[in-house]
């Protein structure tokens, strides 16, 4: 199974502050990467897939970059609402694996 | 509009079985593969199954295997994930996703609200 590590498990950041979570995978997957916000008690939010490509709605604050086994998810400048736990996802082959989340705090 | 809900969470004991179900509208249902993901109380999100548009393709999680069955019925919009043999570390909320295609290789790209399984005598 592919594992993803996700780095780091949280950090503490300030609004307008650009912020960058990564995420590496135990073998290579292409681009078969996605990212994920989520809220307290609300369901995950799609944000990137195809490690770069924007999810239709989702601000261009939002930036995604890598291929192969290393991958980062980009906030360009925070803001009150994007306070939230990030997850990457590999969905390159059965059995899809997410990392293990990035809490991002004031 | 995509919506996505969830049914058939509850409690159950130890070793018991749950079937929980996922009724789908505002996009055509059998042109798309369908996931099912899990989340324990405070911890992080895991993958538990998909099945791709046509039920020919169908993965399971290592922790699933074997007491799991994930089934779809595209004339009824509708997923399903039959859970026998259900032990304390499956409980948790379980979310249906709509895969971003038909196949095996998609992200997801809209997520139901989720149904809270609870296991515990």
């Known amino acids: 199974d592919i594992q993803m590590t996700q780095s780091p498990s949280s950090l503490s950041a300030s609004v307008g502050d650009r912020v960058t979570i990564t995420c590496r995978a135990s073998?290579?997957?292409?681009?078969?990467l996605a990212w994920f916000q989520q809220k307290p008690g609300k369901a995950p939010k799609s944000l990137i897939y195809?490690?770069?490509s924007l999810q239709s709605g989702v601000p261009s604050k939002f930036s995604g970059s890598g291929s192969g086994t290393d991958f980062t998810l980009t906030i360009s400048s925070l803001q009150p609402e994007d306070f939230a736990t990030y997850y990457c996802?590999?969905?390159?082959?059965?059995?899809?694996?997410f990392g293990g989340g990035t809490k991002v705090e004031i | 509009e995509v919506q996505l809900v969830e049914s058939g969470g509850g409690l159950v004991q130890p070793g018991r079985s749950l079937r929980l179900s996922c009724a789908a509208s505002?996009?055509?249902?059998?042109?798309?593969?369908m996931h099912w993901v899990r989340q324990a109380p405070g911890k992080g999100l895991e993958w538990v199954s998909g099945?791709?548009?046509?039920?020919?393709?169908?993965g399971y999680a290592d922790s699933v295997k074997g007491r799991f069955t994930i089934s779809r019925d595209n004339a009824k919009n509708s997923l399903y994930l039959q859970m026998n043999s259900l032990r304390a570390e499956d409980m948790a909320l379980y979310y249906c996703?709509?895969?971003?295609?038909?196949?095996?290789?998609?992200?997801?790209?809209?997520w139901g609200q989720g149904t809270l399984v609870t296991v515990s005598s």
């Open positions: 996703a709509k895969g971003g295609c038909s196949s095996t290789n998609c992200n997801f790209d809209y």
């Open positions: 505002g996009f055509t249902f059998d042109d798309y593969a």
């Open positions: 099945i791709n548009w046509n039920s020919g393709s169908i």
């Open positions: 073998q290579g997957i292409s681009n078969y």
């Open positions: 195809a490690a770069s």
């Open positions: 996802q590999q969905y390159n082959s059965y059995p899809f694996t």
